[in-house]
DNA sequence: CATGATGACGCT
DNA sequence: AGCGTCAT
């Protein structure tokens, strides 16, 4: 449900940028001689020619349609040139439209703050910049105006006699006596169109844009006149523009809630919502919804522009239409298998490219079951917490889908395929990556560092109690819920046709699983990679380059997020900290780590601060792929963590790590501690500590 | 069970 | 954590 959220400022300058049948681009600038052509993007075509995922404009005009199959678009544009959607591991393969979109991305973060909608899609926040222009150089004293900028479509401006609209458009941008908001937009212009002929020299892509006061009429202009054009909305078009605006073309009510009020409230335009109360809209919609919904109608939208040039999930996913359903397990295992390599490998670029990990695995699989009543019910998805390395990744996914299953499947079957009882197949499956944070910067060694101190800690000095524990946390997922609530572990085992279960007591089981969380296997991301002497060598030029080009930025929502948390983490923190240190507060740096931070400054927001300042470069992926080797101390730190953390359910071990390990207060260090450090971590404290000081005198 | 692959986000 | 909605 869509929220209403106050405005920050009086007059904002945002910008949506929206790439024109982007796929379709991407494939044209390869094959340039397909530029002018009817084009669309299909993916596999196999069944009816494939689907079609882009089409260009010039398709367009003979009807052809996103969604079409590739044969009919055939019947109606016989001309249109099919490309297909890269096929990797047996399913779509989208990472170059991905490095297309961050191309784009690393031009638009020029003039403002950035988000990145989607794949093809970004806001911009040009206030700044627009006052600034305003400023030093208003465009009433630009003598020449870009020929771009003069294209624009301004909306609500009396164009429609025989004049010349460049000249209006001239004007409006000249006026002088203007209201101060049209002036800002009028600098937005000018910047956007500026930005849009630097996309396109660059890329070669061209884009559309929507100029207004906010996020909503910026995204409902970009749409307005495409392809490869900009359209301004002055605040005087505002309302109406939205009276005779049909519902559901606006963000958010093209679905269900769109419906409703057309059905059950009778509004068919936006400006069909003035005439409710904010009350009457809270009571039929909730709270949230009514109150932004009545701004809506009012052209009032005070969503900010997050900061984010990076996506905050990866998702790897493949559908198994109709006959295509997977009805074995090992069907089932084969295509996780794939999906959680192209996952592992994008985590890994995100990785090294962004300085990034992911903390949360996710399994999605839609099913149907024949035959049985509840043939209805949704396949469960499952999470479990996210460890580096693609058998690892594989191994856990594999385990989500298990536990998935025999709750989908009940348990009152003990064969549940190949005879008459019930009868599933999976027709979707994907895997996700979500939770990613920044690693603070000069990580690395500290990584090492872990490795080394978690791995004597664990074994001089965990009981076998919290051995066991851990390996209720580390175990593969599907354990989990299980042991949770005490039962014995059913296993499914899948010796070709059928699968059935079978109640295991948990045993020896689990620690021999444990004891595999140690051994790093299969964690290369590349082929090129090497593995060393899987301990300490850190040859990879990226990870230790500390200037390697991120797409960071100041990662608005999660530094909130983490600071929002920590107040409220503090005191439950607080209550517990003196018995944890009793139990397990043997070393130092483990106390080292969990020092809280009163001031409420964290490294991680250091992290943020300093990249941001750095030059934005969206590696394109294609260029090269460097090993990512020391995933497997990555995923040995979260091992640490939970050691010097047990006792508490895993997921709140994993969000009171980061902010005990990451959330203090530096200057607070205790000298003696630093000095207990191996003389590499001392040297990067040392790191830390000195640039830290300068923001306060500089800014 | 033929709009496919991905994402973001809100509710509970 | 898990589910649902919306978008492209």
């Known amino acids: 449900m869509p929220v209403a959220k106050p405005e920050s400022c009086d007059s904002r300058v945002i910008a949506h940028i929206d790439m024109d049948c982007f796929y379709v681009q991407v494939e044209q600038r390869k094959q340039p001689q397909l530029r002018g052509l009817p084009t669309a993007v299909v993916q596999y075509n196999e069944w009816k020619g494939g689907a079609l995922i882009a089409v260009s404009y010039e398709a367009r005009k003979f009807g052809v349609k996103r969604s079409m199959r590739g044969e009919e678009a055939k019947e109606v544009c016989p001309q249109i040139h099919l490309v297909q959607v890269p096929v990797a591991r047996g399913k779509a393969d989208l990472n170059g439209y991905r490095n297309a979109g961050s191309e784009v991305m690393s031009i638009l973060a020029r003039r403002g703050r950035c988000e990145r909608a989607s794949i093809d899609e970004v806001y911009l926040d040009l206030t700044d910049a627009a006052e600034t222009m305003l400023a030093e150089a208003p465009p009433q004293h630009l003598e020449a105006i870009d020929e771009e900028a003069l294209k624009s479509h301004i909306l609500g401006l009396n164009n429609e006699d025989g004049s010349d609209v460049k000249e ?307 175990s593969p997922p599907g354990n989990e819920s299980y042991s949770e609530v005490g039962l014995p572990e059913p296993k499914i085992h899948f010796p070709g046709e059928d699968s059935w279960i079978e109640d295991t007591t948990p045993g020896l089981g689990l620690q021999e699983q444990k004891i595999n969380v140690w051994k790093d296997e299969d964690l290369s991301c590349s082929p090129s990679k090497k593995k060393v002497d899987g301990f300490t060598e850190d040859t990879s030029p990226l990870l230790l380059s500390g200037t390697q080009g991120c797409l ?87 091992v640490a963590k939970e050691n010097g953390t047990s006792s508490h359910s895993y997921i709140r071990d994993q969000d009171e790590w980061r902010r005990e390990a990451w959330s203090y207060n530096i200057n607070e260090i205790d000298p003696s501690v630093i000095d207990e450090l191996p003389m590499e971590i001392q040297d990067e404290i040392q790191a830390w500590l000195r640039p830290r000081k300068r923001p306060n005198n500089i800014v």
């Open 168 to 474: 209006i458009v001239r004007n409006w941008i000249h006026r002088c006596h203007a209201d101060h908001r049209d002036k800002l937009l009028a600098c937005g212009i000018l910047i956007v169109a500026e930005l849009r002929m630097q996309v396109l020299k660059e890329t070669e892509f061209t884009c559309s844009a929507g100029i207004a006061h906010n996020k909503m009429l910026a995204k409902l202009a970009s749409g307005m006149n495409k392809p490869a054009q900009q359209t301004v909305v002055p605040f005087s078009s505002v309302q109406g523009l939205l009276n005779s605006l049909p519902i559901r073309k606006m963000k958010q009510l093209g679905g269900k809630l769109g419906m409703s009020l057309q059905i059950d409230m009778g509004v068919n335009t936006v400006g069909d919502l003035l005439q409710f109360s904010e009350e009457k809209l809270q009571e039929r919609y909730g709270l949230n919804t009514g109150t932004w919904l009545w701004n809506i109608a009012r052209g009032i939208n005070g969503e900010a522009v997050e900061g984010r040039l990076l996506p905050k999930s990866h998702g790897s996913g493949k559908t198994f239409p109709g006959p295509r359903a997977l009805k074995t397990v090992s069907a089932v295992q084969h295509w996780l298998n794939q999906l959680c390599e192209e996952l592992s490998e994008r985590l890994c670029s995100d990785l090294e490219q962004n300085k990034r990990i992911a903390h949360t695995l996710t399994l999605h699989a839609r099913a149907y079951k024949s035959s049985d009543s509840d043939s209805e019910k949704k396949f469960p998805s499952k999470s479990c917490p996210l460890r580096y390395g693609t058998a690892k990744i594989q191994e856990d996914a594999f385990n989500l889908f298990q536990a998935g299953l025999r709750e989908y499947i009940g348990l009152y079957g003990v064969k549940s395929q190949g005879s008459h009882y019930s009868r599933w197949g999976i027709t979707s499956l994907s895997v996700s990556a979500s939770k990613i944070v920044p690693i603070p910067s000069g990580t690395c060694s500290i990584v090492k560092y872990f490795h080394w101190q978690s791995s004597s800690h664990f074994s001089s000095i965990q009981s076998a109690e919290n051995l066991r524990m851990d390996a209720t946390h580390l």
């Open 552 to 638: 960071e930025q100041n990662q608005n929502k999660q530094q909130r997020e983490f600071s929002k948390d920590e107040s409220r983490f503090k005191s439950e923190y607080r209550e517990q900290k003196g018995t944890r240190l009793k139990n397990k507060g043997t070393s130092s740096i483990l106390k080292f780590f969990k020092s809280c931070n009163p001031s409420g400054t964290s490294l991680s927001q250091e992290h943020d601060r300093t990249v941001q300042g750095t030059d934005a470069q969206l590696t394109n992926g294609a260029g090269f792929q460097s090993s990512c080797h020391n995933l497997a101390e990555l995923n040995e730190v979260e």
